[in-house]
Every structure is written in structure tokens, then in C-alpha cells.
């Protein structure tokens, strides 16, 4: 019940395409979904979250989309990088109290030019 | 206002030893939680303080042990070493409240390596 399953383990995508990383989580106690990115030698970052309350959350060229009813979200890198080439981590918690987040086993992302 | 900062950065121990790791939280956040990072692996959660209080607890062995201080820093201590006690230890501090959607923030992380 306290897993999160992230897809795919790792990912290569060309310079100006979609990178879209995928998470399913089984506590439907859980409300808060934080993506986390990082990088070699470096503690996780938070780039985005969001809560249930909305089925999509845009902040730049990073998008979560959320699906209550599968239990499924994802995250979509628009116009891709190479500096955005890092290790992706989804994660889910409850939003209220001090909660453990729950992270998945992450996505090595390589964007090439 | 500063980030979250860890001590040290890099750690070599043999089995057997203890060891502390400690973490100064972001200005302004009163709980620290702690994770252990293998390598390949998403963070684990060890265990996490609030008002110097452990506030919740995961899967891990009492050997491992914290503290947090009236200045909301801590220290996670790690008695007995283990070959599989190698790993980056993360922590992260928050702001427990009602509009903080338990947003955590992380530090660097330790890399502990056990000979």
C-alpha cells in the first residue's frame, strides 16, 4: 500500500522533444505528489507538485498531469534540454501533518543534442 | 534565507563503527526528516522529528537513532555498521502547518561508504 511505481527506469530524448515519466501509487490516503529532480552527487530538488484537487499543474516547461481514478500521474518536460539530463523521482505523501513522502525508484533522463 | 545543509559530505567507516551525520535545516522549518538513498534507488524514509521529538519511523533498525535540537538541527546516528548501511543519507527539513502541503526540502545528502 505504500508503494510508488515510476516508468520508465530510464529515458533518452532529443533536444527539443517530450520527456513524459510516468507514476502510479496505491494509498488512496495519499494527497500531495512532488516530483523531485537530481542530479549526480547532489541531494533531491523539488521542481513541482500538485494535489488532487486539479487534474494538471504547469509551471514552465515542467507539467504534472493527474488522474484520481487510476491513481496514475506523470510528468511531461516540454522542449527538452540537456540540462535537464538528471535522475527523476515521483513521490506521494499526505499533505497534512509531517508525513514520510514515498518516492519511486526514479528515471534516469538523457537528453542529446 | 539559507538551505539545508549536511555534514560531512563523504564518510569512509568499517563494520562494526558507529557514526553521526548531521543536517542544519532551511531558516525557518521545525521538522527534519531523514532518508537513505542506495545507490540506483529512490530515498528511503528513516525517520523524522518534530519539536525534538521522533515524529514517525520507517523500516529501519533501532541502530539507527536521531536527535533534533532547539534549533531545529540534528543529528542521525548509525551504531553497529552494516556493509548495506553504504548509501547517501538525505535529509530534509519542512515547515509542519496547516498551509505547508508538507513540502520538504533536501540537502546535499552524506555518502557513507562501510568497509
Known amino acids: 500500500q505504500q508503494q510508488v511505481k515510476q516508468s520508465p527506469q530510464s529515458l533518452i530524448v532529443q533536444k527539443g522533444g517530450i520527456s513524459i515519466i510516468n507514476c502510479a501509487y496505491e494509498n488512496t490516503a495519499f494527497d500531495y505528489f512532488p516530483w523531485y529532480q537530481q542530479f549526480p552527487g547532489k541531494g533531491p530538488a523539488l521542481l513541482i507538485a500538485i494535489r488532487p484537487d486539479v487534474s494538471e499543474k504547469k509551471e514552465g516547461r515542467f507539467t504534472i498531469s493527474f488522474n484520481k481514478s487510476a491513481k496514475q500521474f506523470s510528468l511531461h518536460i516540454m522542449d527538452s534540454q540537456p540540462g535537464d539530463s538528471a535522475t527523476y523521482f515521483c513521490?506521494?505523501?499526505?499533505?497534512?501533518?509531517?508525513?514520510?513522502?514515498?518516492f519511486g525508484k526514479g528515471t534516469r533522463l538523457s537528453v542529446i543534442a | 534565507e539559507t538551505g539545508v545543509t549536511q555534514s560531512p559530505t563523504h564518510l569512509i567507516k568499517t563494520r562494526g563503527q558507529q557514526v553521526t551525520l548531521r543536517c542544519s535545516s532551511q531558516?525557518?522549518?521545525?521538522?527534519v526528516s531523514w532518508y537513505q538513498q542506495a545507490l540506483g534507488q529512490g530515498p528511503q524514509f528513516i525517520f523524522q522529528y518534530y519539536r525534538e521529538e521522533e515524529n514517525g519511523r520507517g523500516n529501519f533498525p533501532p541502530r539507527f537513532s536521531g536527535l533534533q535540537f532547539p534549533n531545529y538541527s540534528s543529528e542521525l546516528n548509525v551504531n553497529a555498521l552494516e556493509l548495506d548501511d553504504s548509501a547517501l543519507y538525505l535529509c530534509a527539513s519542512s515547515l509542519a502547518g496547516a498551509l505547508s502541503y508538507n513540502e520538504q526540502f533536501f540537502g546535499p545528502g552524506t555518502r557513507l561508504t562501510v568497509l
Open positions: 513521490a506521494a505523501s499526505r499533505s497534512s501533518g509531517n508525513t514520510p513522502l514515498v
Open positions: 531558516s525557518g522549518h521545525n521538522t
